[in-house]
């Protein structure tokens, strides 16, 4: 069984502590690594917001908002506990003359502890908070920055944020956060190709067929519209979450496990990355979802879901055909797909390996090995491979996989992403976190993107809520004999 390592104590200041992220992931993943006795005692957590509030307050609203992610695993008497290390400050981030001795009077003295400064507010802020906490004197060589995406919402405002945040941290004082690479399986990734001599070897075109990134929600806009309208599905998901699960997949393997050489394995990963032309738009697919069927009920579409007006095109599904264009994936094509009310809620990578080169079984009979990797909502590993079907009547082969549930193989509560990403910050472990250069290079590449869909004139075509995405992004598979996985 695993076992939880304390951390060394530290503080962290939560900016953005009474919002959405905080109360959903940020106030229950601390909690719950208090309960593994992972957080020292001696630790201090301070959420900020410009709302007034006693610390009381802020401690009922953690207390809701912790209970609730519970659910039959809380614990009141750990809560007790828990809340003498949560404290609150009101204070506008922004503002030069805000209370910062208030902060300050909350934080341990001792500039050598970690400090974690988590900025859960809007990107478009981020500088303006670094440089308040570099006026207040607070960043000290044990500080660390922690930037949610989006950072920017172009290569421009990217390095804009990034020049801004560095005037005040060091590049090792800022994490990047993507919350995708604290989930068990994404890090499972790595060691299954680099600790098993039976897949590494088998690992590029000359075996691999093609290469599948699905990530599929079947929720609506939940409350984002006024961001998810200036963003849409490739700036929300694809510049971020896809394609770092692309760089996973298909990185060279690093010297070792230290933070900067995994990072500059994915960095070339995203250097290779073939740029989309205007005249290779057709590789790329965009849908917008109208009225149709959650869960049985009907759900509105995505234009009557805008408070602002109509004709937005603004797009809540995106396929993509990518290429790494290097030795090791010359000539594999690798399909992203993301989207907003589709027919269900699920993230898989599918590595289908290629069918073996004679087919000895006869006509319907499938030679065809693929490696799925889910993600979510239950992690787990299968291998599929084929097999003869017991019983008389004939030879019968069917794919069956080997299988490896989280669930059933690790019979206890593993933490969650945030609760891993928020410990290894603490550590400073950088290695699950996105350097400058992989944020700007990714931008660059969805830059090309957008601009090819402007000059091509290329909008999104509707699919009803409740299937998956528009009839392009099949018929995207289809031209090339393939089809997007499903699980049966």
Known sequence: MAKFVPVEPFDIVIFGGTGDLSRRKLLPALYHRWLDGQIPPSSVIIGTARSPMDHAAYRELARTACEAASGQSWDAAAWTDFEKILHYATIDATDPGADWPALRSLLTPDDKRPRVFYLATSPHIYVDICRAIG????????????????????????????????????????????????????????????????????????????????????????????????????????????????????????????????????????????????????????????????????????????????????????????????????????????????????????????????????????????????????????????IKEPGPGGLRVKSLPLNLSYAESFMLRYPDAYERLLMDIVRGNLSLFMRREEVEAAWRWVDGLIEAWEVSRYGPETYPAGTDGPLSAAMLMDRDGRSWWKES
Not at 153 to 180: C, K, M, P, W
Not at 362 to 371: A, K, Y
Request: net charge neutral; aromatic share 8%.
């Open 135 to 386: 006026r207040a004197g607070l960043a000290s060589d044990q500080a660390r920055v922690v930037l949610e995406k989006p950072i920017g919402t172009d290569l421009a405002s990217a390095r804009a944020i990034n020049d801004g945040v560095g005037e005040v941290f060091s590049e090792r004082q800022v994490f990047r956060i993507d919350h995708y690479l604290g989930k068990e399986t994404v890090q499972n990734l790595m060691v299954l190709r680099f600790a098993n001599m039976l897949f590494e070897p088998l690992w590029s075109h000359n075996y691999i067929d093609h290469v599948q990134i699905t990530v599929a929600e079947n929720l609506g806009l939940e409350g984002r519209a006024d961001y998810y309208d200036r963003s849409g599905a490739l700036r929300d998901m694809v510049q971020n979450h896809l394609l770092q699960l692309l760089c996973l997949t298909a990185m060279e393997p690093p010297n070792d496990m230290r933070d900067d050489d995994i990072r500059t394995e994915k960095i070339k990963v995203l250097n290779a990355l073939g740029f989309i032309s205007p005249d290779q738009v057709k590789q790329t697919v965009r849908g917008q979802y109208t009225a149709g069927l959650h869960d049985g009920k009907p759900v509105k579409g995505y234009l009557e879901e805008l408070s602002s007006a109509t004709g937005s095109q603004t797009e809540t599904f995106v396929a993509i055909k990518a290429e790494v264009k290097n030795w090791r994936w010359a000539g594999v094509p690798f399909y992203l797909r993301t989207g907003k009310r589709m027919s269900g809620r699920h993230s898989d990578i599918v590595i289908q390996f290629k069918p073996a080169p004679h087919n000895i079984f006869g006509q319907g009979v499938e030679s065809v090995n693929r490696l799925v990797i889910r993600l979510q909502p239950d992690e787990a590993v299968r291998l599929f491979v084929q």
